[in-house]
């Protein structure tokens, strides 16, 4: 076993973080999360996965750098070229530089995923913990509303929603964050369940603070570290859904690069050009597989059931 | 008997929360129902008569109940583009849909329950990681993207498989539509030819779906069969002398046979979802295409009526498996 991320941990940290008896919980906290890193990292496909992350950031925020042609400037007189030579992954109709929209592209994706997570998360957490907080009435609708949404297959729901909003990436978003916030919603109602009747909540009631309050300042907290794995879990889910809703014509705008729009603009000459709709795809492909190794590697680490 | 009752409820529940949210779309979304009948150039008297005609004076909860009560007498209005009520072409389109779907979901059963059987067996062997990440590719792979690549592979490079549709181009007139299976319909055409035809169309989109339920089957059959394999009765049945595979086919699997139907439901529900794009790559007019060729027609009244009716189905599907599950496991009864 190699266990470099012990080794690279500066000697005093390390002390610190594995001492058998933690003086704070701050110091406990840091402790757990350093021993579920380290099993992280015992696990080679969690870590490629992570490096495909990490590309895919570095892709989006060196694009300029590491590409030579516009993305969206084509030059007509090299249309469909050949993967090879000056443009290695070949040229679209457009004469377009397929790796620059490609590199472009990942933008876009990241874009489409940060978006999704910061608008259903949200809205996840506010329906689930005040269905859990206020019980009664309350809860049992929002609850049914959770369950209206979740009797859709999510591209489907996701393919409505965008088709009544129109194309566009902001719309695209909002229809991929509105189908997606169901199962933040249960997991929040599910742990505001455990700590609704907690001492610490009631010592808060008692003290005299809103139920806004003891919501926002109490319980929210408390369902952030499942919430923030299950969202994490899901992001390979949201980048194929993305990539679902561009070959369908119903993501950001041309001429601005999308992968699963590049996909599609290539079906036509597939015959052909193969490389126009394959290249795209296999960004896709790399980058989803790359977010379902990371999600599998932190399941092992967080529920070592699954074995 | 009880149980029943409250299943009932809780179908009828979600039915109505699932009307409320295409209900919503339709009428709270910037696209404007009275726009999308009468046109854009249409005159004040043709926008308020048909206003009356969609009910759309009413007061909005009358609307809902109105919605309901149409969609519940099978009206889910008429399509735009083709001026025909949306539930006779929904019909006409499913049987291509359910053929493809249910070839997929077999396809996925018998790859997918070996393969995460044995992957269990086998646990943390080469094996088992490689049917782990071969199922984990299956997660991750564009469902469209893969079917191009299928296409261009098998059809265009190797020519070993006919290319989109459902059968061959000018053939489709040939066959009158009795079930709308095309398999089955040639069959009572007592056309071999065409069979084969339409058996060969079926291949590549169904292998396709087929993946994809396998990938889900097997991570689950691996997870449930890990959790048995671990159990003190397997240990005894080992102990005492029981064959391996009478362990594992006769005492394991048998217990997670009923989760495993779950499984196998849940998977047929997401084909549904699969099917919209693998339609789409392969011209294939089931109820995906008719969905995705309604958005590119602007024909909103079709996207949600053929919304509506995958949401029915699925939520069909999985009250079906709560049955199944209630009549099948004694410890829930």
């Known amino acids: 076993?190699?266990?470099?991320?012990?080794?690279?941990?500066?000697?005093?940290?390390?002390?610190?973080?594995?001492?058998?008896?933690?003086?704070?919980?701050?110091?406990?906290?840091?402790?757990?999360?350093?021993?579920?890193?380290?099993?992280?990292?015992?696990?080679?496909?969690?870590?490629?996965?992570?490096?495909?992350?990490?590309?895919?950031?570095?892709?989006?925020?060196?694009?300029?750098?590491?590409?030579?042609?516009?993305?969206?400037?084509?030059?007509?007189?090299?249309?469909?070229?050949?993967?090879?030579?000056?443009?290695?992954?070949?040229?679209?109709?457009?004469g377009r530089d397929i790796w620059s929209r490609i590199v472009y592209g990942s933008r876009t994706t990241l874009i489409i995923i940060f978006m999704v997570a910061i608008t259903a998360a949200p809205i996840g957490i506010v329906i689930g913990t005040t269905a859990g907080y206020v019980g009664g009435w309350v809860e049992g609708a929002l609850m049914r509303v959770t369950d209206a949404f979740l009797a859709f297959p999510k591209l489907v729901l996701a393919l409505a929603f965008a088709a009544a909003l129109g194309a566009g990436i902001e719309n695209a978003i909002l229809a991929i964050a509105l189908t997606s916030w169901p199962p933040y919603a249960r997991i929040a109602r599910a742990e505001t369940l455990t700590v609704r009747g907690t001492d610490y909540v009631a010592a808060a009631r008692i003290s005299g603070a809103s139920a806004l309050r003891i919501l926002v300042g109490h319980i929210m907290p408390m369902c952030m570290p499942s919430l923030i794995v299950r969202v994490s879990l899901d992001m390979a889910?949201?980048?194929?859904?993305?990539?679902?809703?561009?070959?369908?014509?119903?993501?950001?705008?041309?001429?601005?690069?999308e992968w699963g729009q590049m996909v599609s603009d290539g079906r036509a000459q597939i015959?052909?050009?193969?490389?126009?709709?394959?290249?795209?795809?296999?960004?896709?492909?790399?980058?989803?597989?790359g977010f379902n190794l990371i999600g599998d590697g932190l399941r092992d680490v967080l529920d070592p059931r699954e074995g | 008997m009880k149980s029943l009752l409250r299943?009932?409820?809780?179908?009828?529940?979600?039915?109505?929360?699932?009307?409320?949210?295409?209900?919503?779309?339709?009428?709270?979304?910037?696209?404007?129902?009275?726009?999308?009948?009468?046109?854009?150039?249409?005159?004040?008297?043709?926008?308020?008569?048909?206003?009356?005609?969609?009910?759309?004076?009413?007061?909005?909860?009358?609307?809902?109940?109105?919605?309901?009560?149409?969609?519940?007498?099978?009206?889910?209005?008429?399509?735009?583009?083709?001026g025909l009520p949306i539930s006779q072409e929904l019909l006409r389109v499913f049987p291509a849909t359910l053929e493809l779907a249910t070839l997929g979901v077999i396809i996925g059963i018998i790859f997918g329950i070996p393969l995460g059987v044995w992957s269990?067996?086998?646990k943390d062997s080469m094996v088992d990681h490689l049917v782990r990440f071969f199922g984990l590719i299956g997660y991750s792979v564009p469902i469209f993207w893969l079917g191009l690549m299928g296409l261009l592979v098998f059809y265009a490079k190797l020519d070993w498989l006919p290319g989109p549709g459902r059968l061959d181009f000018g053939y489709e007139e040939m066959i009158t539509p009795v079930t709308g299976l095309m398999t089955v319909d040639t069959l009572i055409a007592g056309d071999m030819d065409l069979f084969k035809n339409a058996?060969?169309?079926?291949?590549?989109?169904?292998?396709?779906?087929?993946?994809?339920?396998?990938?889900?089957?097997?991570?689950?059959?691996?997870?449930?069969?890990?959790?048995?394999?671990?159990?003190?009765?397997?240990?005894?049945?080992?102990?005492?002398?029981?064959?391996?595979?009478?362990?594992?086919?006769?005492h394991a699997m048998r217990n997670i046979l009923v989760p495993l139907l779950t499984v196998i439901a849940l998977s047929y529900g997401n084909l549904l979802e699969g099917s919209v794009l693998t339609e789409t790559v392969f011209a294939w007019r089931g109820l995906g295409l008719y969905?995705?060729?309604?958005?590119?027609?602007?024909?909103?009244?079709?996207?949600?009526?053929?919304?509506?009716?995958v949401g029915i189905i699925y939520i069909f599907i999985n009250a079906l498996t709560d049955v199944a599950y209630r009549l099948l496991d004694p410890r829930a009864k």
């Open chain 2, 291 to 309: 969905i995705t060729d309604s958005i590119f027609g602007q024909d909103m009244p079709a996207v949600l009526g053929g919304t509506v009716v």
């Open chain 1, 271 to 289: 015959l052909e050009q193969w490389w126009v709709c394959t290249f795209p795809g296999i960004a896709i492909f790399i980058v989803s597989l």
């Open chain 2, 199 to 250: 058996l060969a169309h079926l291949i590549l989109p169904a292998s396709l779906l087929g993946y994809f339920s396998l990938a889900y089957i097997s991570r689950m059959t691996r997870s449930l069969m890990l959790g048995q394999l671990r159990q003190e009765y397997i240990l005894t049945a080992r102990v005492k002398g029981v064959s391996e595979r009478r362990v594992i086919w006769g």
């Open chain 2, 120 to 122: 269990a067996v086998r």
């Open chain 2, 7 to 82: 299943l009932l409820g809780s179908v009828a529940t979600t039915l109505l929360g699932l009307l409320l949210v295409t209900f919503i779309i339709s009428r709270f979304l910037p696209a404007d129902p009275v726009l999308a009948v009468v046109g854009d150039h249409a005159s004040e008297s043709t926008i308020q008569a048909a206003r009356v005609r969609l009910g759309l004076d009413q007061p909005i909860i009358v609307q809902f109940w109105l919605y309901i009560k149409h969609v519940l007498q099978g009206d889910l209005g008429l399509s735009i583009r083709t």
């Open chain 1, 237 to 257: 889910g949201v980048i194929l859904i993305a990539a679902g809703l561009g070959f369908l014509g119903l993501g950001v705008a041309p001429p601005q690069p």
């Open chain 1, 1 to 94: 076993m190699t266990d470099w991320a012990i080794a690279v941990t500066p000697p005093g940290w390390r002390q610190w973080l594995l001492a058998e008896t933690p003086h704070s919980r701050l110091q406990a906290r840091l402790s757990r999360a350093y021993l579920n890193w380290i099993a992280f990292t015992r696990n080679p496909l969690a870590m490629l996965g992570l490096a495909m992350f990490l590309v895919l950031i570095f892709f989006a925020a060196f694009a300029p750098l590491v590409t030579a042609h516009s993305p969206i400037e084509g030059d007509l007189a090299a249309r469909l070229l050949p993967p090879g030579g000056e443009h290695w992954l070949g040229t679209d109709q457009q």
